[in-house]
């Protein structure tokens, strides 16, 4: 077995080593001294995260899933950022699957020991029907836990893309992986607590996989939630400040517009910014693969359109 001492999330930070006797605002200190170098550790893995990110948006153009596999503060991460999506971009609930070790009551309640075998994380794969248009990104902060190496494994005798997150390159789960996303944030605050520094890097990276990917499928607009689903009063009210936001309308022809396309903020858009009903912004924005972008530049004249071009190209530096 692995000697734990010598794991990079497990050595021991000289920073921190009187932690135990500083008073709360030195504790709180030290703690945001170490996270600063989280984000500068994510950094230096955008080359492989932007390549995962094209793997997935590949698969699920096809009609796939992104599936996470993960256990204890990995597997939480995991599930917390599946749970968000279909809210947050109006995507299907099934888009984004994530597998936790033990199960949902591992949510609340540790299960630390499930994460001991190879054939539950292949088996929980088993169960979701997981196939080769799928593709599988394995948490595992210390990058050797052994249900994460199982569904990974598992991913790879069907013939899907897997990923791996670590925080320790060259890890089982770094060499397991097609693309292994590895950041190296140091040692923790408190020694083996990977609920800190790598928890935040491996949650910095999950949120750049999910919303990159929906970025891509058409689900912003400018920097906008153009998919969100008006489920509640606040939400309504979103929807229509994404609207006037999009379109420059004022709050009466936004909420006219977001009535006539049954608050289905993408319609109500397109029916501003190009003149049609809601039958033919739901033709356009199909045709266009739910991209407000394309619409509005193929509905354009050329001065409408050079001016859109250089608006995006502003935009995005």
């Not at 169960?127 to 990104?137: P, R």
């Not at 083996?192 to 999950?206: E, H």
């Amino acid at each position: 077995m692995e000697q734990i001492s010598k794991i990079k999330t497990e050595q021991r930070n000289s920073s921190t080593v009187d932690i135990d006797r500083a008073g709360s605002l030195e504790i709180v200190r030290l703690m945001n001294e170490e996270d600063k170098k989280v984000a500068l550790a994510v950094e230096q893995v955008l080359p492989q995260i932007a390549e995962a990110v094209d793997v997935i948006y590949r698969q699920i153009s096809g009609g796939g899933r992104l599936v996470y596999s993960g256990c204890g503060t990995s597997g939480r991460l995991g599930a917390l950022d599946a749970a968000e999506i279909p809210p947050t971009f109006g995507a299907d609930p099934g888009l984004v699957v994530a597998l936790l070790a033990g199960g949902p009551s591992a949510m609340t309640k540790a299960s630390e020991g499930a994460e001991d075998s190879r054939e539950r994380g292949a088996g929980d794969l088993q169960g979701i029907g997981f196939g080769s248009g799928d593709v599988l990104v394995g948490i595992a902060a210390s990058g050797r836990t052994p249900y994460v190496l199982g569904a990974m494994e598992y991913a790879k005798s069907v013939g899907a893309p897997v990923i791996g997150i670590t925080c320790c390159p060259g890890s089982q789960v770094d060499q397991a992986a097609d693309i292994g996303i590895s950041p190296q944030p140091g040692p923790e605050v408190i020694t083996g607590s990977t609920r800190l520094k790598s928890g935040t890097a491996q949650k910095m990276v999950l949120n750049m996989l999910s919303t990159a990917v929906m970025i891509r499928l058409g689900k912003v607009y400018s920097n906008l939630m153009v998919d969100v689903k008006a489920t509640n009063e606040k939400l309504a009210a979103r929807a229509v400040t994404i609207v006037r936001s999009a379109t420059g309308a004022g709050s009466e022809e936004a909420e006219q517009a977001l009535a006539k396309a049954g608050y289905r903020v993408k319609a109500a858009i397109v029916m501003i910014l190009c003149g049609v009903d809601v039958r033919e912004a739901e033709t356009l924005l199909e045709e266009a693969r739910g991209r407000i972008a394309d619409v509005v530049l193929k509905s354009a004249d050329g001065a409408e359109k050079d001016a859109y071009v250089r608006r995006i190209t502003q935009e995005n530096g």
